[in-house]
Nanobody
Framework: QVQLVESGGGLVQAGGSLRLSCAASGRTLISIGMGWFRQAPGKEREFVAAIRWSGGSTDYADSVKGRFTVSRDNAKNTVYLQMNSLKPEDTAVYYC???????????WGQGTQVTVSS
């Protein structure tokens, strides 16, 4: 099984940056995909970004393109979400998730709070 632990959240001013980390333990096979999701108060969970362990191909929500970058360090079994030019609307709990390619996200971290002040 895959265990995920997010870290790096906090309070930042609008226009600032944060880097979130997701440490994975257990299975990190070539067919594993990692995703970042977020959920703001009163809103549904939404997709933010994703990356494949094999090849490192990425995908981003339109709302974060050009501002966020997802990456991974295979040796450290860690994925990152670099968030720049943060906006108050980015405020949410950010979750790391994992899946087998072609299947729904099955494994989830505990979440880390990101708060962007204006």
């Amino acid at each position: 099984q895959v265990q995920l632990v997010e870290s790096g959240g906090g309070l930042v001013q609008a226009g600032g940056s944060l880097r979130l980390s997701c440490a994975a333990s257990g299975r990190t096979l070539i067919s594993i995909g990692m995703g970042w999701f977020r959920q703001a108060p009163g809103k549904e969970r939404e997709f933010v970004a994703a990356i494949r362990w094999s090849g490192g191909s990425t995908d981003y929500a339109d709302s974060v393109k050009g501002r966020f970058t997802v990456s991974r360090d295979n040796a450290k079994n860690t994925v990152y979400l670099q968030m720049n030019s943060l906006k108050p609307e980015d405020t949410a709990v950010y979750y790391c998730a994992a899946r087998l390619i072609g299947y729904e996200y099955k494994y989830w971290g505990q979440g880390t709070q990101v708060t962007v002040s204006s």
